[in-house]
């Protein structure tokens, strides 16, 4: 599942493309399926002959702002991708296609169909959305502090493991990043969030964020099949310490790295130096 990095990474690309201010003027849904808020003539009359201003993110929410202020809002979830592809390229997966002036089109392509597009009139109408809402701090916000963290956490009885991925605390962190910062903390996966410390919150922020610099980097990590754009893929898996390394010397101390399920979610820790 794209995380932070790797939403950044297409963000980035997208907005290096040659389609903004470039009036969409046809859309053809293969499957509506990801339409969550809006019906297929509300999405088309919506969309219709508006044009790409600008394209941001919101922890792993892409955000399309178009002319007239409308927004649209689209997340990957396990399998989504974005590609922008002459008129008559195809993709393998094809969802969504968004035809452009310029005889090109973007491809929402989604092969287990679970991504989200969301519309809204405008600005105020995305912050104040269900979805956007409830999104706790960016990993690279000012906001997100020691302090915040551990006030998050005070309540927490779950295992930090589990509070990371909430994405009401930290929006963007995934399973991935969750493993990785924890383990470059020394903090086990299994130790309830009450009982981590301010001084260890602050670790968690720092390699949190030095983790996903090096991602973004690097274009951020495949390990199924993230692609950024057609046939572009990331390379920050080979940097990876814990995630996808089960059963191998753990890099820091050489025992085995032990693998289990954490709330459902593959968790791959140091026995001996997490603790
Ligand atoms: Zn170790």
Not at 90 to 114: A, G, M, Q
Not at 192 to 213: F, T
Request: with cysteine; charged share 25%; net charge positive.
């Amino acid at each position: 599942m794209p995380e932070f990095p790797e939403v950044k990474t297409l963000v980035n690309w997208l907005n290096h493309q040659d389609f903004f201010s470039i009036k969409i003027n046809k859309i053809i849904f293969i499957d509506a399926i990801v339409l969550k808020n809006s019906t297929k003539k509300q999405f088309i009359d919506f969309v219709c002959n508006e044009t790409i201003k600008k394209i941001s993110q919101i922890g792993k929410f892409i955000i399309f702002y178009l002319s007239n202020g409308k927004i649209i809002t689209i997340h990957l979830r396990l399998e989504g991708k974005i590609f922008y592809l002459s008129a008559n390229e195809k993709s393998k997966f094809p969802l969504v296609e968004f035809y452009l002036d310029n005889d090109k089109k973007i491809v929402y392509d989604d092969s287990r169909k679970f991504g989200t597009i969301n519309i809204y009139d405008n600005y105020q109408k995305l912050l104040d959305s269900s979805e956007i809402k409830k999104l706790g701090k960016q990993p690279f916000d000012q906001a997100l502090t020691a302090n915040y963290l551990l006030n998050c956490f005070k309540n927490k009885n779950q295992k930090i493991k589990t509070t990371l991925l909430d994405q009401t605390i930290i929006a963007g962190i995934g399973n991935i990043y969750a493993d990785e910062t924890l383990f470059l903390c020394k903090i086990s996966p299994f130790r309830k969030a009450k009982d981590v410390s301010l001084d260890e919150c602050q670790q968690i922020i720092n390699n949190c964020r030095k983790i996903m610099a090096q991602s973004i980097k690097n274009k951020g990590t495949t390990v199924f099949s993230y692609q950024y754009a057609l046939n572009h893929s990331g390379s920050f898996q080979k940097y990876l310490k814990v995630y996808g390394r089960k059963n191998l010397s753990c890099l820091r101390c050489g025992s085995t790295l032990c693998w289990t399920k954490i709330n459902g979610r593959g968790t791959t820790y140091c026995k001996k130096c997490q603790k």
